[in-house]
Structures are given as structure tokens and as C-alpha cells.
């Protein structure tokens, strides 16, 4: 079936630096998602993508819709503490199928 | 406006023994899903509904039922839980099978 591969795993950053973390397939996506999930919670959803090329953020985070529809990218531009989490990229398929999640990168951030 | 809840937040139980996962929704949601998370293996789809009065299986279906009791509530139950179903569960809605939104998840331990 059809998988999303999510990198890096993990990640141990200084406060202040930037991130970037990216989810690929070999099949095509007519959604992107990304959320995040702090410890013990539900993933909350952060970002949507409806389009090839989309690019769209909120606030530090910024996530773009690949141009050939099999990957998503999301950076979040100088991190501070409260940003570490799992943050999960989802996909749903042409043809309205369910989303399929990545495994997930774990981020850690040193004040 | 609570979004999605699910009770109980923790349950431990014995090999053999059945329960009954709940889950609701305020949204005005159509479709809802049950989930488990692993660590590692990211979030995987056990059920989902895509409106009131139908349910499909998922990837991970195995030792599960599930009921779609009217538009709000969705309910996950195990009827002899197994050691291998030891996970966290989430809930999860949607109103147009694109974006979902999750509950807090419950934890349950299988001894």
C-alpha cells in the first residue's frame, strides 16, 4: 500500500535554531497535512495543503505542497522550547482514500 | 465547544476481558476513526465511519468491533483483549474526510 516516509526521525536542536523536516512518497497526494502531538495529547493539526506548489503558514511554521505532488515540506523558523513534539505528516490519496501518516519526527529543543 | 473527547483517558485490563472505548464529538462531524499509536509505526486507522449509520475496517481491524451509536458518539470495543493490542487509542472526526481532528487519546494496558 501506499507509505509516507518522514525525515529525519529525530531531532535535537539549540533554542533559536531553524528546522526542517520533510515527508516523500512514491505515489501522489491530492492533501498534505501536518500536525503535531506535545506528550501525553492528541496530534493537532497545524497546517493544511490543498494544492501542488501551495505554500502556507502559521506563524514560525511554514509548510509547502510539493510541485510533484509526492512530498511536503515543514520548517519552523527559530524554535523555542515549547516546540518540542512528534509532529506527524498525513496524506490522502487521489480518489478520496484515507489519510495515511508518517511515523513521525521527534523534535527536542535545548533552551 | 470540547471537540472531540474520549473516555477513559486510562484503562488497564486483563487478558480476556472486554471494554468499551467511547468517543464524541461537538463538530457536527460526519465522519469519525479510531486509531492506535505504536511506538514507531506512527498512527494506524482500526475503523472509521463515514457517516452516521456506516462503518468500514481499516488497516488494523483484528480484534475489534466498533458502533456508530448517532451522528456524535463512535465507540471502539475490544472483546478479549490481547497483550498486543497494549496502545494508546485515539478518536478522531472529520466533516469532509480531509482535515481530522483528534481526541486525547486513551492508554490502555493489556496484562
Known amino acids: 500500500g501506499q507509505q509516507l516516509n518522514q525525515s529525519p526521525q529525530s531531532m535535537f536542536i539549540q533554542e533559536g535554531e531553524d528546522v526542517s523536516m520533510n515527508c516523500t512518497s512514491s505515489?501522489?497526494?491530492?492533501?498534505w497535512l501536518w500536525y503535531k502531538q506535545e506528550p501525553g495529547e492528541g496530534p493537532v493539526l497545524l497546517i493544511a495543503l490543498y494544492k501542488a506548489g501551495e505554500l502556507t503558514s502559521n506563524g514560525r511554521l511554514t509548510a509547502q505542497f510539493g510541485i510533484t505532488r509526492k512530498d511536503s515540506f515543514l520548517n519552523i523558523s527559530a524554535s523555542i522550547p515549547s516546540d518540542v513534539g512528534i509532529y506527524f505528516c498525513?496524506?490522502?490519496?487521489?480518489?478520496?482514500?484515507?489519510?495515511?501518516f508518517g511515523q513521525g519526527t521527534t523534535l527536542q529543543v535545548k533552551p | 465547544n470540547a471537540g472531540v473527547t474520549q473516555t477513559p483517558k486510562f484503562q488497564v485490563l486483563k487478558t480476556g476481558q472486554s471494554m468499551t472505548l467511547q468517543c464524541a464529538q461537538d463538530m457536527n462531524h460526519n465522519s469519525m476513526y479510531w486509531y492506535r499509536q505504536d511506538p514507531g509505526m506512527g498512527l494506524r486507522l482500526i475503523y472509521y465511519?463515514?457517516?452516521?449509520?456506516?462503518?468500514d475496517k481499516g488497516e488494523v481491524p483484528n480484534g475489534y468491533n466498533v458502533s456508530r451509536l448517532n451522528k456524535r458518539e463512535f465507540s471502539l470495543r475490544l472483546e478479549s483483549a490481547a497483550p498486543s493490542q497494549t496502545s494508546v487509542y485515539f478518536c478522531?472526526?472529520?466533516?469532509?474526510?480531509?482535515?481530522?481532528?483528534f481526541g486525547p487519546g486513551t492508554r490502555l494496558t493489556v496484562t
Open positions: 465511519s463515514a457517516s452516521e449509520g456506516t462503518t
Open positions: 505515489s501522489i497526494f491530492n492533501t
Open positions: 498525513a496524506g490522502r490519496p487521489p480518489g478520496g482514500g484515507k489519510l495515511i
Open positions: 478522531a472526526s472529520s466533516p469532509d474526510s480531509y482535515e481530522q481532528y
